[in-house]
């Protein structure tokens, strides 16, 4: 466990440039003198580790070292984030839900920023339960839609024509569900019918 905590404490340095104990402690879910330790470790393992006292503080990467992953394409990373964000039977299976977690954590802060971001915004806009497939164009269609923050109509051309701003897919055991940000409701596959994609962007509802 505590050779898994440095690497992410040195991950988070990287990334996030200075941090405080505390700061660390609350990400981490150990005590600030628990992240004052695993300081002293790295140090002393030859990492470049700056510690700095005083107000406006905290603990630092010098020399610029990085270990990065980098030369993903935008869709490689929407791509990568779904990979980690996915659950999957044999992992739960044989009890390793939480190292799932932990290792799709390190992953994720391995990433440059930029990269880092898409992969977060990945795991944010589409979810699955299961890995149940349900093969309809049309969910890849609002895939785009949700990516691309565009407007979409569902039920074109009925009476019953709808209009929404979708900000998520969701998958559970049976079907897909949209999201729309104007209603906050999700709305089945099944209740799509023919689906227009706009070009006019939305703008999403402030979270707060």
Do not use: C, K, Y
């Given at each position: 466990m505590r050779a898994a905590r440095l690497l992410q404490i040195l991950l988070i340095l990287q990334n996030r440039g200075r941090q405080t104990s505390v700061q660390l402690a609350e990400e981490l879910e150990v005590a600030p003198r628990t992240i004052l330790r695993d300081v002293d470790a790295m140090t002393e393992a030859g990492l470049p580790i700056v510690v700095y006292q005083g107000n406006g503080g905290g603990i630092e990467l010098g020399f610029n070292y990085r270990t990065r992953l980098t030369?993903?394409?935008?869709?490689?990373?929407?791509?990568?984030?779904?990979i980690l964000s996915a659950e999957t039977?044999?992992?739960s299976?044989?009890?390793?839900?939480?190292a799932a977690k932990r290792a799709q954590a390190k992953l994720i802060e391995s990433l440059p920023d930029k990269t880092r971001l898409e992969v977060r915004t990945a795991t944010e806009?589409?979810?699955?339960?299961?890995?149940?497939?349900?093969?309809?164009?049309?969910?890849?269609?609002?895939?785009?839609?949700?990516?691309?923050?565009t407007k979409v109509r569902?039920?074109?051309?009925?009476?019953?024509e709808l209009?929404?701003?979708p900000?998520?897919?969701?998958?559970?055991?049976?079907?897909?569900?949209?999201?729309?940000?104007?209603?906050?409701?999700?709305?089945?596959?099944?209740?799509?019918?023919?689906v227009n994609i706009s070009s006019i962007r939305f703008q999403r509802k402030d979270p707060g």
């Open positions: 030369g993903l394409a935008q869709d490689e990373a929407t791509a990568l984030g779904l039977p044999m992992v299976a044989l009890g390793l839900e939480n806009q589409f979810s699955l339960n299961r890995n149940t497939a349900v093969d309809d164009p049309r969910v890849r269609a609002m895939s785009l839609a949700v990516r691309a923050g569902l039920r074109f051309a009925t009476p019953d209009s929404i701003h900000v998520g897919l969701a998958l559970d055991d049976t079907n897909w569900s949209v999201r729309d940000d104007v209603t906050q409701e999700s709305i089945p596959l099944d209740d799509w019918g023919r």
